[in-house]
Nanobody, 123 residues
Framework: QVQLVESGGGVVQAGGSLRLSCTAS????????MAWFRQAPGKEREFVAAIGWSMKYYANSVKDRFTISRDNAKNTVYLQMTNLKPEDTAVYYC??????????????????WGQGTQVTVSS
């Protein structure tokens, strides 16, 4: 099973930028659809973005501010976050699912998860 490790979280002022990375431990990464979810205290886990081979999908709350990308040669998926807002504060998780399935925004469809990285946006 693919092991995922996130990095790049931190504290940033509103309007600033962060780039999150998620690196997989196995070569099967290229056969997976990847996604980012986030969870704030007291809230349910929320879909952020997903990427397959040619398709990208974003939550409305981050559209035009966040960009998801992947580098299969490095077994890594990225989330470039710009114009960050305080409401973006959350633990961000990357997740993987089989490319035989459709790309979805439902967390139960993803069976591999990273440990999460904290993003805090101050005002």
């Amino acid at each position: 099973q693919v092991q995922l490790v996130e990095s790049g979280g931190g504290v940033v002022q509103a309007g600033g930028s962060l780039r999150l990375s998620c690196t997989a431990s196995e070569r099967t990464f290229s056969n997976s659809h990847m996604a980012w979810f986030r969870q704030a205290p007291g809230k349910e886990r929320e879909f952020v973005a997903a990427i397959g081979w040619s398709m990208k999908y974003y939550a409305n709350s981050v559209k035009d501010r966040f960009t998801i990308s992947r580098d299969n040669a490095k077994n890594t998926v990225y989330l470039q976050m710009t114009n960050l807002k305080p409401e973006d504060t959350a633990v961000y998780y990357c997740a993987a699912k089989s490319s035989l399935e459709r790309i979805t925004d439902t967390d139960k469809d993803y069976n591999n998860w990273g440990q999460g990285t904290q993003v805090t946006v101050s005002s």
